[in-house]
């Protein structure tokens, strides 16, 4: 079953914050982020894993909440690379090689 | 990271034909997968590609329609048969790569699929 994120769209200034959570209802092994550009394929954000291990991107951090199966994604200080679109990957189950199911997306705007 | 090639990069195709991507990563990797993404739409997952053994597809794509095959570590074709306009997508090869217990998960540069 899909992920579930929030919110779907984003509009933002240079500078500003952002969240975005991605809520599951199976139990997870691990959440991955990505952001993906128009015309482009999508890059890996960071990794979480149950257990509070995580792995990534040094300017973009993210929670992972394993009683609720959510995580969060928090872009501070926004600037314009970070416009586009973020998904989250969950991988279910207690393999971490099991396939990833994608949530719908979160378009990501920044403005000058 | 593992480094993944796709090709062709985009392709037009006239309905009823079928097109092949091939994907090629620089290193050898144990799990490989074939996503599509419809216009603006998420990341959907059309099967697991395995080495030595029939693909395992996803609920709503099977072998005729999207045949697959995986004969080494670093290789695997995409085959979209029986072209309709619906089939007009992004097609993604992704690979688990690092190991341990994070094994992240990369995508390859996509093929762009437009059936006229």
């Known amino acids: 079953q899909q992920p579930v994120q929030s919110p779907q769209a984003v509009i933002l200034r240079e500078g500003e914050d952002a969240v975005i959570n991605c809520s599951s209802s199976?139990?997870?092994?691990?959440v991955h982020w990505y952001r993906q550009k128009h015309g482009e394929a999508p890059v890996f954000l960071m990794i979480?894993?149950?257990?509070?291990e995580q792995k990534g991107h040094d300017k973009i951090s993210a929670s992972f909440n394993e009683k609720k199966q959510q995580s969060s994604l928090y872009l501070t200080a926004s600037q314009l690379s970070y416009s586009g679109t973020y998904f989250c990957?969950?991988?279910?189950?207690?393999?971490?090689?099991?396939?990833?199911?994608f949530g719908q997306g979160t378009i990501l705007t920044v403005h000058p | 990271s593992a480094v993944i090639s796709q090709k062709p990069s985009r392709d037009i195709c006239q309905r009823g034909t079928s097109l092949t991507i091939q994907c090629q990563v620089d290193?050898?990797?144990?799990?490989m997968f074939w996503y599509r993404q419809q216009p603006g739409q998420s990341l959907t997952l059309i099967a697991t590609?395995?080495?030595?053994?029939?693909?395992?597809?996803e609920s709503g794509f099977v072998i005729d329609k999207f045949p697959i095959s995986r004969p080494n570590l670093t290789f695997s074709t995409l085959t979209v048969s029986n072209l309709s306009p619906e089939d007009s997508s992004i097609y993604l090869c992704?690979?688990?790569?690092?190991?341990?217990?994070?094994?992240?998960?990369?995508f390859g540069p996509g093929t762009r699929l437009t059936v006229l």
């Open positions: 199976k139990a997870l092994y691990s």
């Open positions: 992704s690979v688990i790569s690092g190991g341990g217990s994070y094994n992240e998960q990369f």
């Open positions: 590609a395995n080495q030595g053994s029939e693909a395992t597809y």
């Open positions: 290193s050898q990797v144990t799990m």
């Open positions: 990957g969950t991988r279910a189950g207690g393999t971490s090689y099991g396939k990833l199911t």
């Open positions: 979480l894993l149950k257990g509070g």
